[in-house]
């Protein structure tokens, strides 16, 4: 099946401090991964699309000096909270197209996501 | 605009049948996907409709008619541990997902 690990998992941090969360899909290759945000009790809303080796594509609303994503590989995708406040609060997760496989190409799978928690 | 519309909460009886219904109006539609996701975890893939018709996987099965908007999430043989959010998404044009709100399942004893 196809596999997307999220690290971490869990996160606390002090207020203006960055941070790295990485995603990677394990048993196939993403050209294109995804970055969404999720508050409690509301939907996943979109926040980047991330191009393997090239500038991600960002959201209305969503300030990419803040959020910064890089693609590196073809399995792996970072997005680094800069400067961390406290309405930064919230479960960030991936998601990872199959490149390769024309029948499914267009199903995300997810990261199990991120908690984080800016104090 | 864009717009995806499903129950905010459903109730049912462990056993028993249970369909969710999403209405959605986007630009353009490359495809209606059902996620479940239980609090506080990540979304996981449930179902893929691009064609017309019903989709059956095991106790899940998946509705779509495009010509109407609409789409439905068909749970059989309800379990508890079914009890979760289900996620109704469509794959516009751009090639991105746009989620509804979610439907919260509960499942009874």
């Excluded at chain 1, 990677?24 to 009790?41: E, G, H, I």
């Excluded at chain 2, 219904?21 to 506080?40: D, E, K, V």
Aim: with cysteine; aromatic share 10%.
């Amino acid at each position: 099946g196809a596999v997307v690990s999220q690290h971490p998992s869990w996160v606390i941090c002090k207020s203006g401090t960055s941070v790295k969360i990485e995603c990677r899909s394990l048993d196939f290759q993403a050209t294109t991964m995804f970055w969404y945000r999720q508050f409690p009790k509301q939907s996943l809303m979109l926040m980047a699309t991330s191009n393997e080796g090239s500038k991600a594509t960002y959201e209305q609303g969503v300030e990419k000096d803040k959020f910064l994503i890089n693609h590196a590989s073809l399995t792996l995708s970072t997005l680094t909270v800069t400067s961390a406040h406290p309405e930064d609060s919230s479960f960030y997760i991936c998601s990872a197209r199959n490149s390769a496989r024309s029948v499914t190409k267009n199903i995300q799978y997810f990261g199990a996501g991120t908690r984080l928690s800016v104090l | 605009g864009q717009n995806i519309d499903q129950p905010t909460e459903m109730t049912a009886t462990e056993g028993a049948i249970v369909q969710i219904n999403c209405t959605y109006q986007t630009s353009g539609f490359n495809g209606l996907f059902w996620y479940q996701q239980h609090a506080g975890e990540a979304p996981t893939f449930l179902s893929y409709n691009v064609l017309d018709g019903l989709e059956e996987k095991g106790r899940f099965s998946s509705f779509l008619s495009r010509s109407k908007g609409y789409s439905y999430l068909l749970l059989k043989e309800l379990q508890m541990k079914d009890s979760a959010s289900y996620l109704c998404a469509v794959n516009n044009q751009g090639g991105k997902l746009i989620f509804g709100q979610g439907t919260e399942l509960s499942v009874k004893p």
